[in-house]
């Protein structure tokens, strides 16, 4: 293994090979961390340049009770700052849910439950998708998968636009005397 850091955040190709060789609770959880990961930097890049702050807010791995340290409520700041669209966030809280089912249960979780598939067949963007191509092997797998696909590309757009857009901490003004 050689000493280089990749970037877990731009390295799909690993991304999409981990998630293809997984156990199917290993891909759920693993795809779950991934869009977990992504929504911690887009709202990083989307709150003011002020590292220390926006780490108190976001958490880290060694501060995981923050505000906004869970997947959930990264999930609903990112759409209540306006930064994803409903259909993002109906997904995301989906594929939430659907991590949920798969990290609590100790034994035998499969796509073929019904809640599960229920949840799989309601993913809005891979819906879009597979309504769009009638050849697609739509399996829950699948279908779970290309929800997550769906999801993590429009997220790491949004965070691309959010770098650009990144805000610096407004500067201290003076307000007269009214502040003596």
């Known amino acids: 293994m050689t000493g280089t850091k990749v970037d877990p955040l731009t390295d799909w190709k690993g991304f999409y090979e981990e998630?293809?060789?997984?156990?199917?609770?290993?891909?759920?959880?693993?795809?779950?961390?991934?869009?977990?990961?992504?929504?911690?930097?887009?709202?990083?890049?989307?709150?003011?340049?002020?590292?220390?702050?926006?780490?108190?807010?976001?958490?880290?791995e060694d501060k995981p009770d923050r505000p906004l340290s869970s997947f959930s409520s990264r999930i609903k700041a990112a759409?209540?700052?306006?930064?994803?669209?409903?259909?993002?966030?109906?997904?995301?809280?989906?594929?939430?849910?659907?991590?949920n089912k798969f990290a609590h249960k100790m034994h035998g979780y499969t796509f073929d439950e019904p809640e599960i598939v229920s949840w799989c067949k309601s993913l809005k963007l891979a819906k879009m998708l597979t309504d769009a191509i009638p050849d697609f092997p739509n399996t829950?797998?699948?279908?779970?998968?290309?929800?997550?696909?769906?999801?993590?590309?429009?997220?790491?757009?949004?965070?691309?636009?959010?770098?650009?857009?990144?805000?610096?901490?407004?500067?201290?003004?003076?307000?007269?005397?009214?502040?003596?």
């Open 140 to 180: 829950h797998r699948n279908m779970f998968l290309l929800g997550v696909t769906q999801v993590a590309s429009r997220l790491a757009l949004r965070t691309l636009e959010a770098d650009r857009n990144h805000k610096s901490v407004p500067k201290n003004r003076r307000i007269g005397l009214i502040m003596r």
């Open 19 to 60: 998630l293809q060789n997984e156990s199917v609770r290993g891909a759920v959880i693993i795809a779950s961390a991934f869009l977990d990961a992504q929504l911690r930097n887009l709202l990083s890049k989307s709150f003011v340049d002020d590292p220390k702050i926006v780490d108190e807010l976001l958490g880290a």
């Open 79 to 99: 759409y209540c700052l306006g930064l994803i669209s409903h259909s993002m966030y109906y997904d995301l809280e989906t594929i939430r849910k659907i991590r």
